[in-house]
């Protein structure tokens, strides 16, 4: 949850006009959230504001509108350092809080006029290291997923093979998984919406291993203790423990519980790694056309679609060796 109360009015505002006119979801608005709070506590010491030494605990409510006015595109670069050198954080993190900084310059100054000049106008983007991504290979998919469904000890054992089974198979984010309900799913047309990113809803179908892992779920979720009051629970696919619609904490651990179980370093793969897994065994053995794969992904860009379209090693190497030349 966010305070408010302990923003400036200005950054208040900025959130509601995300909300109401950008669209922007609850996870984005936290994101816009925190990265203006680091921001603003960064310019209160950089304007010899504040005394007080614990970053976390600099109160931003008194940053005033004049000050504000006075920021300039020099101290957005000294606080860009201030994240690379004393924070250490690498370009994508850097260039999500310099994308949040455009979007609320840009407010401010074309929407609700309380500046003259944007000073994030010229701001650039840092460029971003480009890495492999990881993933399970097709042997470690299938033992994990073998891991999920055994029964012996754990009375979630449907459940959890459930979601590592659309995670592995559909590419979804954790987000989208967590917020499906189960009118969400269309079991006739053998497919389901979820909610991505920006409140975008998109459409993924669902294969014969998928609606028999939420079938065979269904037929065990809980249908009693259920607080009917509380929609959110109500008409969520996936519950916890207590009945209410699982947390992306609770599928964090179930996962990283059987990356455990199956031998697999959990500093290395995670819930989000699954969705590489999953793009990456799609574009491998099904051929999938990239703009399928962008579609499915709900990427707006086919740039960051293109990251999953690496080939394996041997591939490369059975590509050369293909060649009609390879005897000559």
Same mark, same amino acid.
């Given at each position: 949850?966010?305070?408010?109360?302990?923003?400036p009015?200005?950054?208040?505002?900025?959130?509601?006009?995300?909300?109401?006119?950008?669209?922007?979801?609850?996870?984005?608005?936290k994101?816009?959230?925190?990265?203006?709070?680091?921001?603003?506590?960064?310019?209160?010491?950089?304007?010899?504001?504040?005394?007080?030494?614990?970053?976390?605990?600099?109160?931003?409510?008194?940053?005033?509108?004049?000050?504000?006015?006075?920021i300039?595109?020099?101290?957005?670069?000294?606080?860009?350092?201030?994240?690379?050198?004393?924070?250490?954080?690498?370009?994508?993190?850097?260039?999500?809080?310099?994308?949040?900084?455009?979007?609320?310059?840009?407010?401010?100054?074309a =929407?609700?006029?309380? +500046?003259?000049? *944007?000073? @994030?106008?010229?701001?650039?983007?840092?460029?971003?290291?480009?890495?492999? !991504? $990881?993933?399970?290979?097709?042997?470690?998919?299938?033992?994990?997923?073998?891991?999920?469904?055994?029964?012996s000890?754990?009375?979630?054992?449907?459940?959890?093979?459930?979601?590592?089974?659309?995670?592995?198979?559909?590419?979804?984010?954790?987000?989208?998984?967590?917020?499906?309900?189960?009118?969400?799913?269309?079991?006739?047309?053998?497919?389901?919406?979820?909610?991505?990113k920006?409140? =975008?809803?998109?459409t +993924?179908?669902l *294969?014969? @291993?998928?609606?028999?892992?939420?079938?065979?779920?269904?037929?065990?979720? !809980? $249908?009693?203790?259920?607080?009917?009051?509380?929609?959110?629970s109500?008409?969520?696919?996936?519950?916890?423990?207590?009945?209410?619609?699982?947390?992306?904490?609770?599928?964090?651990?179930?996962?990283?519980?059987?990356?455990?179980?199956?031998?697999?370093?959990?500093?290395?793969?995670?819930?989000?790694?699954?969705?590489?897994?999953?793009?990456?065994?799609?574009?491998?053995?099904?051929?999938?056309?990239?703009?399928?794969l962008?579609?499915?992904?709900?990427?707006?860009?086919?740039?960051?679609?293109?990251?999953?379209?690496?080939?394996?090693?041997?591939?490369?190497?059975?590509?050369?060796?293909?060649?009609?030349?390879?005897?000559?």
């Open positions: 949850m966010i305070d408010r109360d302990k923003n009015d200005f950054i208040n505002s900025f959130l509601d006009y995300s909300i109401t006119i950008l669209n922007k979801s609850p996870n984005s608005i994101e816009y959230n925190y990265d203006l709070m680091m921001f603003f506590r960064y310019m209160k010491i950089h304007f010899n504001l504040t005394k007080e030494n614990e970053f976390n605990k600099i109160d931003i409510k008194d940053f005033s509108v004049n000050y504000l006015r006075k300039s595109l020099e101290d957005i670069h000294a606080f860009i350092s201030y994240l690379a050198v004393n924070n250490k954080s690498k370009a994508a993190t850097r260039a999500r809080k310099i994308s949040t900084l455009r979007i609320f310059f840009n407010y401010l100054s =929407k609700a006029h309380i +500046i003259d000049a *944007n000073p @994030a106008q010229n701001l650039e983007t840092p460029k971003k290291e480009k890495r492999m !991504p $990881k993933y399970l290979s097709l042997d470690e998919s299938k033992k994990l997923l073998n891991i999920a469904s055994d029964e000890n754990n009375r979630n054992a449907k459940r959890d093979f459930a979601i590592t089974t659309l995670f592995l198979n559909c590419g979804m984010r954790l987000s989208e998984l967590v917020g499906i309900n189960i009118n969400d799913i269309d079991f006739s047309e053998e497919k389901m919406t979820v909610i991505g920006g409140n =975008k809803e998109r +993924i179908y *294969n014969k @291993a998928c609606i028999k892992a939420i079938k065979e779920y269904i037929d065990v979720r !809980p $249908k009693d203790g259920i607080r009917l009051d509380n929609k959110n109500k008409n969520a696919l996936f519950l916890s423990e207590r009945k209410e619609r699982i947390s992306n904490r609770t599928v964090q651990q179930i996962i990283s519980n059987e990356l455990k179980k199956a031998g697999l370093d959990t500093k290395k793969y995670s819930v989000h790694k699954l969705r590489h897994t999953a793009a990456t065994l799609m574009y491998q053995y099904g051929e999938v056309d990239i703009r399928a962008q579609e499915l992904l709900g990427h707006e860009s086919i740039s960051t679609t293109e990251i999953y379209t690496h080939v394996a090693n041997e591939q490369v190497r059975n590509a050369v060796e293909a060649n009609p030349l390879s005897d000559f």
